[in-house]
């Protein structure tokens, strides 16, 4: 069966890098990928993956927005057999005494209601397939204390993992497995809006001295979209150099 | 731009970091002496001595900082 991957939240660096390695040894796949006026950032795959990489510009901070979209995979494109959402607004390093309220409604349109949405969208085919992968990215924070200052992060990253136990267990008899990987802090462009002394003293405080990178993390969400990972589902799987441990 | 105001930028800084309006701040004032004051917090009173000053701190540079005087002559030194 060929593969089709959903992915949301493709231009971001962790996105790309994932494309490049699931499409690397598939020319039978076909990836999905959803953008938010950033498609240009998926020219360079389209051209080296010609036809196996299908651009939707769509503003999952929009409900309406989020269901036409739903709707147009529907009736234009293979029903996904992966679906992997790593949409995040960049964390921001914030007290509580100045909680934006706004913004946060807005992540959790992205990162929560839209996974919602999506999941019950694409769930029923992977169930009626009895297969199907379910992929979320969480972060370190969620596991143990997290750091002071990013309360609305951690609130949509919990809200994730809350959902990827719940599915996990609703599909496992399906075959369809629902993880999340939680990487620490990785040097992306995700890291814009955070001041380089926090990313710097991040680097210095992990156990192996340095951020997680893209490169760091997608092998280990390659392997829990795996057909390997088959018995592997509701995990958490921390990707921190040591940095958290479950 | 003299000390003195480089040190009343800095504790209108520390005021809104703490959240606390009559906190008052001296060349000697450390992180003993504010409770909240831990490395976190450190790295965010840098953050915003930074966009105040329009300067932009090493992790080396900030490491040996042992109180506000030591922080003021940083400063200084980049402004």
Redesign the interface.
Known sequence: MPYTYLITGATSDVGRALIERLLADAPDATVLAQGCGDLEKLADLCSRFPGQVRPFDVDLSDRAKVDTFVQLLAASAPAPTHFIHLPALPVVNAKFKAFDQTRFDRDLEIQVHSAVRICRAVLPAMAKAKFGRVLFIQTSYTIGCPPKNTAAYVMAKSALGGLVKSLAVEYARFGVTVNCVAPSMMETNFLKDTPDLIVQAAAEENPMGRNATPADVVPAMAFLLSDEARFITGVTLPVTGGSAIV | MTEQEILSAVQDIFRD?F?DDSLEITRSTCADDIEDWD???Q??L??AI?KKFNI????AD?RGLKDVGDLLDLVARMV
């Open positions: 970091n959240d490395s976190l917090e790295i965010n840098l953050t930074e932009k701190f090493k992790l900030v």
